[in-house]
């Protein structure tokens, strides 16, 4: 009878969790809302810094020119395995530039918009926090055009960033406060960084408008690295900002013969980690950490990894010693990426873990 019924009991909980899991696939979000999601009491811009924990960037999918283009797609087991994996957060890098109208007002597609919020849903439905991340605009970079862009001008392609921005702000102006953040921009170089405050607060003063109480990630100048600090000029009044900076030190170990960085290739075979190494990857963190003492800003690091052309225990120690000396300093992270084959340590096709460098992110208790 005992067997009987622990039977009974193990079947229901398979149905319970087969109910939960469909419901999850199925989350509906409700785009366009004219309900703002209400400001959450006593919760400070470095509370949700805090909150946001270990986390993955889901690169390779979304920012690519279009879904699958460079390997990577959203599917649902993707955001299962990143809570499985111990993970709070999933920034995700989308490439909206590639997916908008050329001629005011710069009309969304519905149909990849479509594609954000299931990313948006499926994090939700897990619990997870995710990070909408404004990434790649070559034309408003002064950056060289790939073959499906068009070219409208940099003053227009500003314009059409901040059009753009209006409307992701009022699709998601109902969403939880504290568990959807918008990126700004990623990385702001060449042309975009030498008017970087400006076009920051034009940003801002659009999503405000619509998401008054929304917690908002600002990348560093200079590629979002700790150097463009210094050049950053945030409104002094929006308290709701946490500011990211990328960490990729030492450079010619983590991006040795990175297909996209001229010059790359001779440094194929660079080892890790050296004491010299080491403060290579301490001096930008240090950095970032007085930066937001002294201007009272907390600070996220939104990206760090090294490629597979690394040697791969090389690799784990790497992601060890980072991870360790990020969270030392008391910050939240997310890792470049989550299941490309240059940087994840989630495989899609096996759907199993790296098991070094997962334990190199997420150490056994």
Same mark, same amino acid.
């Given at each position: 009878?005992?067997?009987?019924?622990?039977?009974?009991?193990?079947?229901?909980?398979?149905?319970?969790?087969?109910?939960?899991?469909?419901r999850?696939?199925?989350?509906?979000?409700?785009?366009?809302?004219?309900?703002?999601a209400?400001?959450?009491?006593?919760?400070?811009?470095?509370?949700?810094?805090?909150?946001?924990?270990?986390?993955?960037?889901?690169? %390779?999918?979304?920012?690519?020119?279009? +879904?699958? /283009?460079? #390997?990577?797609?959203? &599917?649902? $087991?993707? !955001?299962? *395995?990143?809570?499985?994996?111990?993970?709070?957060?999933?920034?995700?890098?989308?490439?909206?530039?590639?997916h908008?109208?050329?001629?005011?007002?710069?009309?969304?597609?519905?149909?990849?918009?479509?594609?954000?919020?299931?990313?948006?849903?499926?994090?939700?439905s897990?619990?997870?926090?995710?990070?909408?991340?404004?990434?790649?605009?070559?034309?408003?970079? %002064?950056?060289?055009?790939?073959?499906? +862009?068009? /070219?409208? #001008?940099?003053?227009? &392609?500003? $314009?059409? !960033?901040? *059009?753009?921005?209006?409307?992701?702000?009022q699709?998601?102006?109902?969403?939880?406060?504290?568990?959807?953040?918008?990126?700004?921009?990623?990385?702001?170089?060449?042309k975009?960084?030498?008017?970087?405050?400006?076009?920051?607060?034009?940003?801002?003063?659009?999503?405000?408008?619509?998401?008054?109480h929304?917690?908002?990630?600002?990348?560093?100048?200079?590629?979002?690295?700790?150097?463009?600090?210094?050049?950053? /000029?945030?409104?002094?009044?929006?308290?709701?900002?946490?500011?990211?900076?990328?960490?990729?030190?030492?450079?010619?170990?983590?991006?040795?013969?990175?297909?996209?960085?001229?010059?790359?290739?001779?440094?194929?075979?660079?080892?890790?980690?050296?004491?010299?190494?080491?403060?290579?990857?301490?001096?930008?963190?240090?950095?970032?950490?007085?930066?937001?003492?002294?201007?009272?800003?907390?600070?996220?690091?939104?990206?760090?990894?090294?490629?597979?052309?690394?040697?791969?225990?090389?690799?784990?120690?790497?992601?060890?010693?980072?991870?360790?000396e990020?969270?030392?300093?008391?910050?939240?992270?997310?890792?470049?990426?989550?299941?490309?084959?240059?940087?994840?340590?989630?495989?899609?096709?096996?759907?199993?873990?790296l098991p070094?460098?997962?334990?190199?992110?997420?150490?056994?208790?």
């Open positions: 009878m005992l067997r009987i019924l622990a039977l009974l009991a193990g079947s229901l909980m398979l149905m319970a969790l087969a109910i939960v899991s469909a999850a696939q199925n989350f509906t979000l409700k785009p366009f809302s004219e309900t703002r209400p400001e959450i009491a006593g919760l400070t811009a470095a509370d949700q810094a805090r909150a946001l924990g270990r986390g993955v960037n889901f690169g %390779g999918t979304l920012e690519a020119p279009s +879904e699958g /283009a460079w #390997g990577g797609k959203l &599917s649902a $087991e993707l !955001f299962a *395995a990143v809570r499985e994996g111990g993970f709070q957060t999933i920034r995700l890098p989308v490439r909206f530039s590639s908008a109208a050329l001629s005011a007002p710069y009309t969304l597609d519905a149909a990849f918009m479509k594609r954000v919020d299931f990313a948006i849903n499926n994090a939700l897990r619990g997870l926090n995710i990070i909408v991340d404004f990434h790649h605009y070559h034309e408003m970079d %002064g950056d060289p055009l790939e073959a499906e +862009e068009v /070219a409208i #001008g940099v003053e227009k &392609s500003r $314009e059409r !960033f901040l *059009a753009i921005w209006e409307q992701l702000a699709r998601y102006q109902s969403l939880p406060n504290d568990k959807v953040l918008f990126e700004i921009y990623n990385e702001p170089h060449g975009t960084e030498d008017v970087w405050n400006e076009l920051l607060a034009k940003a801002l003063a659009v999503i405000r408008k619509t998401n008054p929304r917690f908002l990630i600002v990348d560093a100048a200079n590629w979002a690295t700790a150097w463009g600090l210094e050049k950053l /000029a945030i409104p002094p009044g929006d308290r709701r900002l946490i500011v990211t900076i990328h960490n990729y030190a030492p450079f010619k170990f983590t991006m040795q013969g990175a297909s996209w960085i001229e010059g790359s290739k001779p440094w194929l075979g660079t080892s890790c980690c050296e004491t010299a190494q080491i403060e290579e990857i301490r001096t930008p963190l240090d950095m970032a950490v007085e930066w937001g003492k002294k201007n009272d800003r907390p600070i996220f690091v939104g990206e760090f990894g090294s490629n597979s052309l690394a040697y791969y225990p090389d690799r784990v120690t790497y992601t060890r010693i980072m991870r360790e990020i969270e030392k300093r008391g910050l939240s992270w997310a890792y470049w990426d989550f299941a490309s084959h240059e940087f994840g340590p989630w495989d899609p096709a096996t759907k199993s873990w070094e460098l997962h334990e190199a992110l997420v150490p056994k208790k």
